[in-house]
């Protein structure tokens, strides 16, 4: 079986006004990430890592900013659609580890609701997917709380 790996980082800016979508969900949150999709984070992370271990580009290039299609784009379809990309190669995920870095909201409650969401959309296990929530300590634009980033690392598995 051949097997490659891929990473993705992504921040997007804290602003009112917008409701805070992350790894699919809806997070009560007087703030929310300004950006052209939904600007869900975490899943725009884990479609760079999925799209770079399929060596098939990035995000921005299969769904660009300036086009009038992706605007307002739920970031759950980006993520159906990068699955089904990364499976004209004869790719299937086989495991995600994911960190959100943001001082508040408190992402660990949510977390098992991000698995459950994301596993659906992937047609993976949710123990398939491990998501991660740390703080900056206070330091930097995540500690300021004008961001949140998020990391992603996948495995994808060639399949016959």
């Known amino acids: 079986m051949k097997i490659r790996v891929g990473f993705g980082y992504?921040?997007?800016?804290?602003v009112t006004g917008r409701d805070l979508w992350m790894g699919g969900i809806k997070i009560e949150h007087t703030l929310g990430l300004l950006g052209h999709s939904d600007a869900d984070v975490l899943i725009h992370a884990?479609?760079?890592?999925l799209?770079?271990?399929?060596?098939?580009?990035d995000i921005g290039f299969h769904f660009p900013d300036t086009a009038a299609e992706t605007?307002?784009?739920?970031?759950?379809?980006?993520?159906?659609?990068?699955v089904a990309l990364i499976a004209t190669k004869g790719y299937r995920v086989g495991n995600i580890d994911a960190t959100v870095c943001a001082e508040k909201p408190k992402l660990?409650?949510?977390i098992p609701a991000m698995q459950q969401c994301l596993?659906?959309?992937?047609?993976c296990e949710?123990?398939?997917?491990?998501?991660?929530?740390t703080t900056s300590e206070r330091?930097?634009?995540?500690?300021?709380?004008?961001?949140?980033?998020a990391y992603a690392t996948v495995l994808i598995e060639k399949y016959s």
């Open 10 to 14: 992504d921040v997007h800016q804290l």
């Open 46 to 49: 884990i479609c760079d890592a």
């Open 51 to 57: 799209l770079g271990a399929a060596c098939m580009r």
């Open 71 to 82: 605007d307002g784009m739920d970031s759950k379809v980006i993520l159906r659609d990068v």
């Open 108 to 110: 660990n409650p949510h």
């Open 119 to 123: 596993a659906q959309i992937i047609v």
């Open 126 to 133: 949710t123990d398939d997917i491990s998501i991660k929530a």
């Open 139 to 149: 330091l930097g634009f995540t500690g300021r709380q004008e961001g949140i980033a």
